[in-house]
Structure formats: structure tokens, C-alpha cells
């Protein structure tokens, strides 16, 4: 069983900053892309930025120059740096992870429970 676990969601004020961070843990072989994604309340979920398993990234354009992906040295956790927050960037943030369980096996989704950032005065 594979499981993703994030921290580092809040309130925080407009122009401030937040860091998400999130972990993959359990039995697995390796993880290929690993992302962030967003939905707002009555929203449709939304891609905010994934990076490969190299260094790769990509971004939604609403977040281009705010935000920045990056993994950790051991490839199983994700960070976004999210500066210069504004009121729309509230949202619950999930992590998502394309996940091999063996070595030649199909990449499979998985997804974190959830962090709430709230941008608010």
C-alpha cells in the first residue's frame, strides 16, 4: 500500500508564503512524476504544477513566477513553494504521485488526503 502524506498548509496572509511539503511511503519500486493539484469550492480540480523524475516542471500559467516544484534527494517527497500567495490560490492542495510497485510494472495515481491554504486578510 502506497501512501501519501502532506504538510504545510494554513492561513496565511495576501503576498505571504507557504511550503507543502509531501511524502510517499510503503512498498513500492519507484516514482515517476510527482505534482500538486488544487480544487476551490465549487471548482473542478486543477493541475497547479508536476515535475518528472528528473527535474522537468510544469505550471499552470496562474502560478508562473509564484510557485516553485521541486523533489527531495530521495526522489519520494515533493515540495511547492508558493510565495506572493494570493486570495484566488485558496484551495485544498493535493499531492499526486504516478507511482511503479514493480520494476516493470504501470505506473498507477496516487493521492494525498489534502491540505487547506487559505489566503485571507
Known amino acids: 500500500q502506497v501512501q501519501l502524506a502532506e504538510s504545510g498548509g494554513g492561513l496565511v496572509q495576501p503576498g505571504g508564503s507557504l511550503r507543502l511539503s509531501c511524502t510517499a511511503s510503503?512498498?513500492?519500486?519507484?516514482?515517476?512524476?510527482m505534482g500538486w493539484y488544487r480544487q476551490a469550492p465549487g471548482e473542478e480540480r486543477e493541475r497547479v504544477a508536476t515535475?518528472?523524475?528528473?527535474?522537468?516542471?510544469n505550471y499552470v500559467d496562474s502560478v508562473k513566477g509564484r510557485f516553485t516544484i521541486s523533489r527531495g534527494d530521495a526522489k519520494n517527497t515533493v515540495h511547492l513553494q508558493m510565495n506572493s500567495l494570493k486570495p484566488e490560490d485558496t484551495a485544498v492542495y493535493y499531492c499526486n504521485a504516478a507511482v511503479r510497485l514493480s520494476i516493470w510494472g504501470t505506473p498507477y495515481d496516487y493521492w494525498g488526503q489534502g491540505t487547506q491554504v487559505t489566503v485571507s486578510a
Open positions: 510503503g512498498s513500492f519500486a519507484s516514482i515517476n512524476a
Open positions: 515535475i518528472s523524475s528528473g527535474t522537468t516542471t
